[in-house]
C-alpha cells in the first residue's frame, strides 16, 4: 500500500503527524519510538520571544476530551531554531514550524526568521487562549487574508493557515486565506470552552476558557473538512479528534490530506506510531489501494445539492 | 519510561478513600529513585491518565504498591478494577528525592494527606543509608490516616488531624519548632500551601519538595503541569522535570 504523497513543501511518507502544542519540539517522544517513521511532525508554536503561558490548572477533563488554556509557552524562536530545530532534523521526516503572534510584525519576523530551517509554515491565527493576537487574526476574514498574505510574503516555505472553529462561517475563513496566498490549510483547532467545579464554583481552568480537544470535537471537524473542501481548492492537513486509523481514512474522505494527531499524544505516546502501523491494513479493510483514492472520497454528492453548499 | 500493562496483584481500601494497589511488570525495574510516578489509564470513562505517586517496590519481584484517594471520576472508576486484571501504566515519569545524594545524620520528613506516600520508600531508604528519621504526618481525621506503623518501624513519629481525632489537632507544621532543632535537612509532600507552610518555616535548612499538579501527557510534552522557577528558565514541568524539586528552586504560589 502506498501511503507516500507530495504536498506544498512537504514530502509525506505516510499521511500521519503530530499535532502542534501536543508533540512539544519531539525530544520527550523520542525515548518511545523512531519519529522517522511520522509523515511530518508540526512543532509548538513560535512567538517572537518566549512565552512562560497561563497559569494552572491549565487542563480539564471533559466527556471524550479536554480543555486546555497552556497560553503558547514557549522559548521564543530564536531558542527553538538553536536548541530544538537541530534534534529534529535528526530524523527523517519533514518539519512544519507553527507559527504564533500577537501582532502582523511579530508573525512576520517569526515567519521570517524560522521558514529558513523548516519544510512548511503552520500559521497560527487559532489559538483561543492568549489574550492578544491569535483568534481575532482566525475570526475576521480580512485580517485573516491581511496576515497569511504578509507571511507568505515573508516565508522561504510553503504556508499552511490553521483555522479555528470559532467562527459562524468557516468557508469565509478558508476562501479569506487562499486569496492570501495559503499553500494549504490546517484545520481545526480547538473549541473554546470551559468547565466550572461546583465545590469552588469557579471555573477549574485559570483562563477560565479553553480549548476543547479530542475525540469529542472529531465530528465538528469532518463536518468542516467537507464544507471547506468542496469550496477552496487547497490540500487540507486534518486534524481534531484523530484517535484510530479508521479515523484518519474519515478525515481523508472527508477531504484532509493529510492528519494531524493531537490530544491523543497524551493518552498514548506511542499513537502516532501505532496509527502508521495500522493504516495500510485499515485501508485495505475498506477496499482502498492509494491514498490518493480516499482523499475528498466523500464528495461524491457533489454531482446532486449537497445540504451544506453555499 | 515504557507503557505496559501491569498485572494487578492486591487491590483494598486502607482508610477513607484511600486505597492500596500493588501492580506488577517490568516498569518496576527502571525505578531509580523514591518519589516517582506512574500515569494510569483507567479506563474508556476518562479521557486523560492519572498520575500516582510510587510509594513503595521490590525490584526482585517486580512489584509496586500505590496509595491513592479518590479525588474524582477517574481515582472512582480505578476502585473498581480487581484483582488479575491489567492497567495500562506508563512510567516511571519524572525525577524522585535523590538518596545517593543525602548524607546527613537525621533528617524530617512532612507528608501531607494523600502526600504521605511516596514519602515512604525514601523514608525506608534514608533509614538503610543509617540515616536517623523524624516523620510528622497530617491528616484531616483519624479515619483518612495510614501508614502509621510503617513509619514508625523507621523512627520517630508525629501526628496531627485537623479535628484532633488523632495525635495533636492541628496542622502538621505545628510540630516543626519542636523538631527543627536536630535535623539537617527536610523531604516533604502535600498539597502546595503546606509546601509552602513547610518551606518557609524551614527556610535555613536544606530540603526537597515534592509537587502534585494536574497533568495532561506526564512526559514533558503538554506544559499543563508547569510551576515557576526563580531562575532565568522561569519553570519547571512537574512531571519530568519534578514532581521533587530543591525547596529554592521553585515558587509556591
Not at chain 2, 519510561?1 to 483494598?12: A, F, G, N, V
Amino acid at each position: 500500500m502506498k501511503l507516500s504523497q507530495s504536498l506544498p513543501g512537504l514530502q509525506l511518507k505516510n499521511p500521519v503527524m503530530p499535532a502542534s502544542g501536543c508533540f512539544a519540539f519531539g525530544k520527550e517522544f523520542a525515548q518511545f519510538y523512531d519519529l522517522s517513521e511520522l509523515g511530518a511532525v508540526i512543532m509548538k508554536a513560535a512567538t517572537g520571544e518566549k512565552r512562560f503561558g497561563n497559569g494552572t490548572p491549565r487542563v480539564a477533563e471533559t466527556a471524550r476530551g479536554m480543555l486546555n488554556a497552556i497560553g503558547l509557552q514557549n522559548p521564543g524562536v530564536d531558542a527553538i531554531i538553536e536548541e530544538e530545530i537541530p534534534f529534529l532534523s535528526t530524523f527523517d521526516t519533514s518539519i512544519i514550524a507553527n507559527v504564533a503572534g500577537s501582532t502582523v510584525e511579530e508573525y512576520v519576523e517569526v515567519a521570517a526568521k524560522i521558514s529558513a530551517h523548516v519544510h512548511a509554515l503552520e500559521l497560527n491565527i487559532s489559538c483561543p487562549n492568549v489574550k492578544e493576537g491569535g483568534v481575532q487574526f482566525g475570526t475576521d476574514p480580512m485580517l485573516a487574508e491581511e496576515v497569511t498574505a504578509q507571511v507568505v510574503e515573508a516565508s522561504e516555505v510553503p504556508v499552511y493557515v490553521k483555522l479555528s472553529p470559532n467562527v459562524t462561517n468557516i468557508v469565509d475563513m478558508a476562501k479569506a486565506v487562499e486569496k492570501g496566498g495559503a499553500a494549504g490549510l490546517s484545520m481545526i483547532n480547538t473549541l473554546t470552552g470551559m468547565r466550572i467545579d461546583p465545590k469552588t464554583r469557579k471555573p477549574i481552568i485559570a483562563n477560565q476558557t479553553g480549548g476543547l480537544s479530542g475525540a469529542a470535537i472529531k465530528p465538528v471537524a469532518i463536518r468542516m473538512i467537507h464544507q471547506v473542501y468542496q469550496e477552496v481548492n487547497l490540500p487540507i492537513i486534518g486534524m481534531g479528534g484523530v484517535e484510530t486509523a479508521d479515523d484518519v481514512i474519515e478525515f481523508l474522505l472527508a477531504g484532509a490530506s493529510a492528519v494531524a494527531i493531537g490530544s491523543a499524544n497524551f493518552k498514548n505516546p506511542l499513537i502516532c506510531k501505532e496509527i502508521i502501523d495500522e493504516l495500510p491494513r485499515a485501508l485495505e479493510t475498506y477496499g482502498f489501494t492509494s491514498i490518493e483514492e480516499v482523499i475528498g472520497g466523500a464528495h461524491d454528492e457533489k454531482a446532486r445539492a449537497g445540504i451544506f453548499r453555499a | 519510561m515504557k507503557r505496559e500493562w501491569m498485572t494487578i496483584l492486591e487491590h483494598q481500601t486502607i482508610a477513607r478513600d484511600t486505597y492500596r494497589l500493588v501492580l506488577q511488570g517490568d516498569i518496576v525495574r527502571d525505578i531509580t529513585e523514591p518519589g516517582q510516578f506512574v500515569h494510569i489509564q483507567v479506563g474508556s470513562g476518562t479521557y486523560l491518565r492519572r498520575p500516582v505517586s510510587i510509594s513503595d517496590f521490590d525490584f526482585e519481584k517486580k512489584t509496586m504498591t500505590l496509595l491513592y484517594k479518590v479525588m474524582g471520576k477517574g481515582t472512582e472508576d480505578l476502585t473498581r478494577k480487581s484483582v488479575g486484571e491489567s492497567l495500562d501504566v506508563l512510567g516511571p515519569g519524572g525525577r524522585g528525592f535523590p538518596v545517593d545524594q543525602v548524607d546527613d545524620d537525621h533528617v524530617l520528613l512532612i507528608g501531607g494527606g494523600i502526600g504521605v506516600p511516596p514519602l515512604y520508600n525514601l523514608a525506608k531508604q534514608l533509614k538503610a543509608k543509617g540515616i536517623q528519621i523524624t516523620t510528622l504526618l497530617g491528616f484531616q481525621s483519624a479515619d483518612d490516616a495510614f501508614l502509621l506503623d510503617e513509619f514508625e518501624e523507621l523512627g520517630e513519629v508525629f501526628v496531627s488531624t485537623n479535628d484532633g481525632t488523632l495525635g495533636r489537632k492541628g496542622f502538621v507544621t505545628d510540630w516543626i519548632s519542636e523538631v527543627k532543632a536536630t535535623v539537617d535537612r527536610y523531604f516533604t509532600c502535600g498539597p502546595t500551601v503546606m509546601l509552602k507552610a513547610v518551606s518557609e518555616q524551614l527556610a535555613d535548612l536544606p530540603g526537597y519538595i515534592s509537587m502534585e499538579e494536574r497533568m495532561g501527557c506526564g512526559i514533558g510534552a503538554c506544559f499543563a503541569c508547569v510551576v515557576p522557577s526563580h531562575d532565568e528558565k522561569g519553570y519547571r514541568r512537574i512531571c519530568c522535570d519534578g514532581p521533587v524539586f530543591e525547596a529554592k528552586e521553585v515558587v509556591l504560589a
